[in-house]
């Protein structure tokens, strides 16, 4: 279900680089973040020692990451009823994370990491899809989303060169895509070039609302799929430039265009006209997007960093946005911090939004979906990290443990909570 993509999506832009510990182990937050990553090429530097004959070193598990969070929602504008009906939604979200390293002959550090996630979710707008039955195929369902990257730094070219593949699998939807990124780093380290292309390919069952199928038409269920399957391709890219302005300031610049085609609308999403017609959902077959981003990192002493981040977002839909966020790590000893954190979202909405009952039968596109509506939101809280000497419970490779919490609203009446709580071990 698209919703649960706001499970992520919520942290994703408000969390960008924080410390680079948080980092390492906010499994949730690191997709979106991959480009901002610290400037230093020492930071996670294994000696270069050789540990077998001919400088090869052999492959060493370095961290695993383990993150486990639960997110509810509600709200009273769901897309399936038309723009009306709750909005309530439930998610439990596990993740393991295995980063494995090596050096080769070369000196040239490879890390391999494997992702692995899983939602159970439950959402009651879903289930309106076919309120005929006790409970539809879509009220509640498990979301799996594995990943398996690869990426060699060479210190000596200062260079980064990575690749990865992902895969996706939901009720209605598979997905399997992959990315390819570059950096380029100056040779004092303070300067540096990514680019990162990435594609992504779905498949979609195109389920109807009950009222709207065609006879012989199937629900989607299990063992009725009787239903027709479309795709929907989607191509990005990322191009970012960080500089080291002075020991207390870092910025970061970056522009992420990117292009979808096939379906991009949602087929058991309900519309409502004005003469008391019936329609599921229809937006053009393209969408191409245009957001631009800027970073700073304030060091502040040693006990504070202030992290902002701007974005503009635009795309053909019509759809123009401005997202600004802030967050503050404090040190309140040299083994616990906390995080405060802010972001503020304005929107504008599609072209072809309109609430229930509003479009008239001569549009030739049409949603009543308030997540591409005109609106305001709003997304705070805090997060709480220890890293002891002697670890965690003093078990000594459970590096660090952080609880984050973070409440969201909309000016259109959404509200949601979730809680995250994340574990480092090295």
């Known amino acids: 279900m698209k919703k649960t993509i706001i499970t992520i999506g919520l942290y994703a832009n408000i969390l960008t680089g924080a410390f680079a ?53 509600e709200g009273n504008h769901s897309a399936v009823t038309g723009g009306i009906g709750s909005e309530k939604l439930i998610d439990f979200a596990n993740s393991l994370d295995l980063k494995l390293s ?11 990491t494997a992702d692995a996630s899983i939602d159970y979710y439950s959402s009651a ?69 990514s680019l990162k292309l990435g594609a992504f390919f779905d498949t979609w069952s195109v389920i109807l609302p009950y009222e709207l199928r065609p006879d012989g038409y199937g629900s989607g269920a299990e063992g009725d799929n009787n239903i027709d399957f479309k795709r929907r391709n989607s191509y990005n890219m990322s191009i970012g430039v960080s500089q080291v302005i002075n020991k207390r300031l870092q910025i970061m610049a970056v522009i992420e265009p990117s292009y979808q085609e096939g379906l991009l609308s949602t087929p058991y999403h309900r519309v409502y006209f004005t003469d008391g017609t019936l329609k599921v959902e229809k937006l053009p077959g393209t969408r ?4 631009v981003g800027l970073r700073a990192s304030y060091f502040l002493g040693d006990r504070f960093i202030i992290r ?11 759809m123009k946005a401005h997202t600004f ?13 906390i995080t405060p ?15 229930i009952n509003s479009h008239k039968l001569d549009e030739t596109y049409y949603t009543s979906d308030f997540d591409i509506s005109d609106f305001r939101s709003a997304f705070w809280g805090a997060g709480v990290r220890i890293a002891p000497p002697d670890g965690v419970l003093g078990i000594k490779h459970w590096n660090t443990a952080e ?3 973070g409440h969201y609203n909309r000016s259109n009446g959404m509200v949601a909570n979730i809680i995250t709580l994340t574990a480092k071990f090295k």
């Open 102 to 112: 090596f050096i080769d002959r070369q000196e040239r550090k490879h890390t391999i």
């Open 288 to 291: 191409a997007k245009l957001p």
């Open 21 to 73: 510990q948080i980092n390492s182990t906010q499994y949730l937050f690191k997709k979106a973040n991959s480009n901002t990553k610290p400037l230093s090429s020492q930071e996670y530097k294994l000696s270069s020692k050789p540990t077998t004959e001919g400088g090869f070193r052999k492959l060493k598990l370095e961290e695993v990451n383990i993150v486990s969070s639960y997110y509810n929602q």
């Open 125 to 193: 707008s879903s289930d309106k899809i076919d309120p005929r039955s006790v409970s539809s195929a879509s009220m509640s369902d498990v979301h799996f989303y594995p990943t398996l990257s690869w990426s060699v730094k060479d210190d000596k070219k200062h260079t980064t060169f990575g690749s990865s593949f992902s895969y996706s699998t939901e009720w209605d939807y598979q997905s399997y895509g992959g990315n390819i990124n570059f950096a380029k780093s100056s040779k004092d380290n303070n300067t540096e070039l």
């Open 403 to 405: 609880l984050r919490y």
């Open 308 to 318: 902002s981040f701007y974005r503009y977002y635009q795309d053909n839909w019509g």
């Open 325 to 337: 966020s802030f967050e503050v790590p404090i040190k309140i000893t040299s083994f616990v911090s």
């Open 341 to 355: 954190h802010y972001r503020y979202n304005t929107q504008t909405a599609v072209k072809y939004f309109a609430p």
